[in-house]
């Protein structure tokens, strides 16, 4: 659909793909391209589940350095809004989005990633916040979206230190979550996504939702909004067959409604 991000649909799974020569840097374009392509596939009824994906090479080296180097802080204001924009718009897709890593997935590209509901990387990936090298820090979610992830001991030496880690690492410390052969990456995301396929759709997106939702507030707040959207499956017809399958022993077919 764009120069830099294109999207492809097939057996209801959605690839968002980057393809910008030679690293995937995430200058303004990309940016723009990526958060109209999120906003399609979340509104798209075809697309059940989401593959992110920067070719058999690279994943996102990161923002792009020279674009960046000549702005003021002036500049950056309005940038750093549209960068967050954009991958804020990747991880509000209400539907399973897996991050499929080859190569480098480096600080805006690493923070793409962490947008991601999960990460399959190859045994060759890096992945970091190399920000502070620059005299900068993370400025697309490194700070908050990491360290929620992985603990704010183990983000804070990644993100101090600017340190790369290789995939076993980044599977130990829950960084990632698959590690396979480089070749196989994509082929394993996509199984992954498979496996969402023909689901509740309405319940995943609510499921994630309450999950994303509730880690951003006390635990009172998040068991409220964990007791709206179940109460609101009720009123779905994905509900009524899934229950009644249940009761019938048979095997549910969803229709997304």
Not at 133 to 139: A, K, M, R, V, W
Request: with cysteine; hydrophobic share 45%; net charge negative.
């Amino acid at each position: 659909m764009g120069e830099f991000v294109s999207v492809e649909v097939a057996d209801q799974i959605a690839t968002i793909r980057l393809d910008r020569p030679k690293m995937n840097a995430l200058n303004g374009q990309v940016q723009r391209e990526l958060a109209e392509a999120a906003t399609l596939i979340d509104a798209d009824p075809q697309a059940q589940a989401v593959i992110l994906y920067g070719g058999e090479r690279v994943f996102a080296a990161g923002a792009d350095i020279k674009e960046m180097s000549t702005m003021s802080y002036a500049d950056m204001a309005a940038h750093s809004a549209t960068l967050q924009g954009a991958l804020n718009a990747v991880a509000r897709i209400g539907k399973p989005v897996i991050a499929a890593i080859t190569g480098y997935a480096l600080g805006g590209g690493c923070e793409l990633a962490l947008c991601a509901d999960f990460r399959v990387a190859g045994e060759s990936a890096k992945l970091g916040q190399p920000e502070v090298q620059l005299g900068l820090i993370p400025g697309a979610g490194g700070t908050q979206r990491l360290p929620r992830l992985i603990g704010p001991s183990r983000a804070k030496d990644l993100i101090f230190s600017g340190r790369h880690v290789d995939a076993a690492e980044a599977l130990a410390i829950g960084l990632v979550d698959r590690v396979v052969p480089d070749e196989q990456v994509y082929t394993a995301a996509l199984e992954w996504a498979a496996t969402f396929v023909g689901g509740p759709s309405f319940a995943l997106r609510a499921a994630k939702r309450a999950i994303d939702d509730g880690l951003e507030t006390d635990l009172e707040t998040g068991l409220e909004i964990e007791r709206l959207h179940f109460s609101g499956m009720f009123a779905t017809e994905d509900a009524k067959i899934g229950m009644r399958a249940f009761t019938e022993r048979t095997k549910p077919k969803f229709t997304g409604r």
